[in-house]
C-alpha cells in the first residue's frame, strides 16, 4: 500500500515547507508515501475565465497521470464531504485494508481549483477539511497532519487527543 500526496503547485515558504517535511517523514514510519509535485500552469490574465480552463485542464492531464489503476482517490475540495478525525482515520483504514487498492491518492488543485474531469475519477470522493479558504502551500501541510494523525488513530498511538 502506498499514499501519493498529488498537488498542483509546491510549498514555496521554507518554514511551511519544514512543517510539511516534519509530517510527511512522520507518516513514512507507518505507510510507503510520495509527494507529488505537479507545477502549475501559468495563467497570464487571471479574468479570463477561458485561459484557467484550459490552465486547469492541462494540470488534470498531469494528475491523472499520476493515478494508478487499483487506487482510491481523495479529491479535495471545499464542496466535499467533511469528516471529523476519527471517521477519516475509519475512511482510510478501510481502504488500506481493502486488498483490491493498491494506493491512496489525495489530490489538492491549483490556486484555481481543478478541472471537472477529475470529479469524474473511479473510485473516488470529494473531501473538504474545511469550508474555510486555505493558503494554498498551509493545505498541503494540514493534508499531511491529517494523513499522519489519521494513521496514529490506526496504530492506536498516543498523538490523536
Known amino acids: 500500500m502506498k499514499i501519493k500526496i498529488i498537488c498542483v503547485g509546491n510549498i514555496k515558504d521554507k518554514n511551511v515547507l519544514n512543517i510539511f517535511e516534519n509530517y510527511f517523514s512522520k507518516i513514512k514510519h507507518f505507510i510507503n508515501v510520495e509527494y507529488i509535485v505537479l507545477k502549475e500552469e501559468k495563467v497570464i490574465d487571471e479574468l479570463n475565465n477561458s485561459l484557467i480552463k484550459i490552465c486547469l485542464k492541462n494540470e488534470a ?9 487499483n487506487s482510491f482517490t481523495f479529491i479535495t475540495c471545499i464542496n466535499g464531504k467533511q469528516y471529523n478525525s476519527i471517521d477519516f482515520s475509519n475512511l482510510i483504514k478501510n481502504k488500506i485494508n481493502d486488498s483490491t487498492i493498491k494506493s491512496i491518492n ?3 488543485g491549483s490556486s484555481y481549483g481543478l478541472d ?10 470529494k473531501i473538504s477539511f474545511s469550508q474555510l479558504t486555505l493558503p494554498h502551500q498551509l493545505f498541503q501541510v494540514v ?8 494513521l496514529t488513530i490506526i496504530n492506536n498511538q498516543k498523538y490523536h487527543k
Open 61 to 69: 492531464k498531469k494528475i491523472i497521470n499520476k493515478i494508478e489503476s
Open 106 to 108: 489525495f489530490i489538492v
Open 116 to 125: 471537472n474531469s477529475i470529479y469524474q475519477i473511479n473510485n473516488s470522493i
Open 143 to 150: 493534508i499531511a497532519e491529517q494523513i499522519y494523525r489519521s
